[in-house]
């Protein structure tokens, strides 16, 4: 299993994970605070200019969300105020990085030092852990929710190498399996 963490980039990377990818911002600060581009539908970061929902999470100190996936479905995380521990696994059979894991943190504390957002393509799995005392996650989908592309793999399971450490805060769903079913011929 391959363990990537992000050294501070230059624009775009592509990671360790086939389909993932990570892009440095572009800040432009001045004495009233800063304006900052997240991306264009332009860029290679966001495939064919085309999203279905943006969505917008305020979370706590110590909430975990994790492990979700889809079948159909890419999100793009871009964390607006605060710092999370950001870890994703590859689950694909199929992918040549399969069972690479990556964990790094985002946000306006992070070692970074920088802003970044994130591309996770289906099958992917993904979850967060909050380091301050609040954070608000930005993510636009590829898909508007639908149940049926969400898949869940609790937070602690033993098939995702990763330990969340003490105090976490999670929610029943993230504690329970779901794997949903789906109609493959929505996927091709």
Do not use: C
């Not at 860029?43 to 279905?52: A, C, D, P, R």
């Not at 870890?87 to 069972?99: A, G, H, I, Q, W």
């Amino acid at each position: 299993m391959a363990i990537q963490s992000i050294p501070p980039m230059k624009e775009e990377l592509t990671s360790t994970i086939a389909g993932v990818v990570v892009k440095q911002q572009k800040t432009f600060p001045d004495d009233r605070g800063f304006f900052r581009e997240v991306f264009r539908s332009s860029e290679s970061i966001f495939e064919n200019g085309k999203f279905s929902q943006w969505s917008h999470s305020k979370m706590t100190k110590g909430v975990v969300k994790a492990w979700h996936f889809h079948h159909r479905q890419t999100d793009w995380w871009y964390l607006a105020m605060g710092t999370a521990e950001i870890v994703l696994y590859d689950n694909r059979e199929e992918s040549p990085t399969y069972k690479s894991k990556m964990v790094f943190v985002l946000g306006e504390d992070s070692e970074l030092e920088e802003s970044y957002v994130v591309r996770i393509p289906p099958g992917v799995l993904h979850g967060l852990k909050v380091l301050s005392d609040t954070a608000h996650l930005f993510y636009v989908t590829s898909e508007n929710y639908d149940p049926e592309d969400e898949g869940r793999i609790p937070y602690n399971s033993p098939e995702v190498p990763h330990e969340w450490g003490k105090g976490v805060i999670t929610v029943e769903r993230d504690r329970k399996l779901h794997i949903p079913k789906y109609d493959r011929a929505k996927i091709n």
